[in-house]
Nanobody, 119 residues
Framework: QVQLVESGGGLVQPGGSLRLSCAAS????????MGWYRQAPGKQRELVAT???????NYADSVRGRFTISRVITTSTVWLQMNSLKPEDTAVYFC?????????????WGQGTQVTVSS
């Protein structure tokens, strides 16, 4: 089993920055992809960014150029540096981890951390 704990959320003014972190525990050495998703009130959960164990990243168009995802494999920790934040970035941000591939893959989610961008 994998447990994920997010931290770093909070209230920030437009144009400000926040850094989110997610620490994995349990069977963490089996994780091959980690990422961040977000869900605003009344909206579907959407992908923000993902990173593989080999460093391949993927970003949503809405955050590309503003957000940066990174990962420390040895500690199974994933970071999301968020710059130039906008009110539309307000959401609960969830950490995600994938164990295995294809039909054998398992997915784990953290409890989420609130990010509020407001003046």
């Amino acid at each position: 089993q994998v447990q994920l704990v997010e931290s770093g959320g909070g209230l920030v003014q437009p144009g400000g920055s926040l850094r989110l972190s997610c620490a994995a525990s349990g069977s963490r050495f089996s994780i091959n992809v980690m990422g961040w998703y977000r869900q605003a009130p009344g909206k579907q959960r959407e992908l923000v960014a993902t990173i593989t164990s080999t460093g391949i990243t993927n970003y949503a168009d809405s955050v590309r150029g503003r957000f940066t995802i990174s990962r420390v494999i040895t500690t199974s920790t994933v970071w999301l540096q968020m710059n130039s934040l906008k009110p539309e970035d307000t959401a609960v941000y969830f950490c995600n981890a994938r164990v295995g591939v294809s039909t054998s893959a398992l997915y784990y989610w953290g409890q989420g951390t609130q990010v509020t961008v407001s003046s």
